[in-house]
């Protein structure tokens, strides 16, 4: 059975720094890209960054070189480090994947930026 778990998130003042984690289970990670992905309230879900099997990532404009995307295929964990935190980056991030054909979600973790 596939199970995203995301953790990390909370409060951070604007210009701070914060670092998710997506544990996975049920599938082999090394074999599978990842996304992350985030909400925030009364918006659509928006991608964020991706990271394929091959470790090639790319990143939404608004986060360009500000977040990192990165992958522990050891600790079957996928990791956003988030630096230079905005306002605008509060919502709740959530990671994806798909496997055999069917879209996989993590319950999200809340990330939220203000002094």
């Known amino acids: 059975q596939v199970q995203l778990v995301e953790s990390g998130g909370g409060l951070v003042q604007p210009g701070g720094s914060l670092r998710l984690s997506c544990a996975a289970s049920?599938?082999?990670?090394?074999?599978?890209?990842m996304a992350w992905y985030r909400q925030a309230p009364g918006k659509q879900r928006d991608w964020v960054a991706g990271?394929?099997?091959?470790?090639?990532?790319s990143y939404a404009n608004s986060v360009s070189g500000r977040f990192i995307i990165s992958r522990d295929n050891i600790k079957n964990t996928v990791y956003l480090q988030m630096n230079s935190l905005k306002p605008e980056d509060t919502a709740v991030y959530y990671c994806?994947?798909?496997?055999?054909?069917?879209?996989?979600w993590g319950k999200g973790t809340l990330v939220t930026v203000s002094s």
């Open positions: 994806k994947t798909s496997w055999r054909g069917m879209d996989y």
């Open positions: 990271i394929t099997a091959g470790g090639s990532k």
């Open positions: 049920g599938f082999i990670l090394s074999t599978n890209g």
